[in-house]
């Protein structure tokens, strides 16, 4: 029993010393873990660098959406110009052509017989 019994407390021995490594590795890892929650400069920095990967992907989206729609305006903006240039050129075509139109009638009207 004597061999038994010595077995048995090494079989003990060895499971508390497992047991021992495995608690001692949690509670580094939780210490390591929580270090930066402590410490209020790196915590401060990992919020902030967390915030920007977060964030980065949107702000660019959004950075890319406002440049799309300024340019989208400039064009429009240049667009209403040439529109307007065009009616313009148009209503000065329209009233020369009503001023030839007019001439012509009244050259032909002294064509007609009475």
Known sequence: MTALRRLGDIQQATG???????????????????????????????????????????????????????????MLRSEGERVRRELTGYAGLSQSAMTSMKVIADTLAQFRPE
């Open 16 to 74: 508390r010393g497992f047991e021992g490594e495995i608690r001692e590795f949690i509670r580094r890892d939780v210490r390591v873990r929580q270090r930066p929650l402590h410490d209020g400069d790196t915590g401060v920095e990992n919020t902030v660098n967390l915030i920007d990967r977060v964030s980065g992907a949107s702000v660019e989206e959004i950075d890319r959406v406002i440049a799309e729609l300024q340019g989208m305006r400039e």
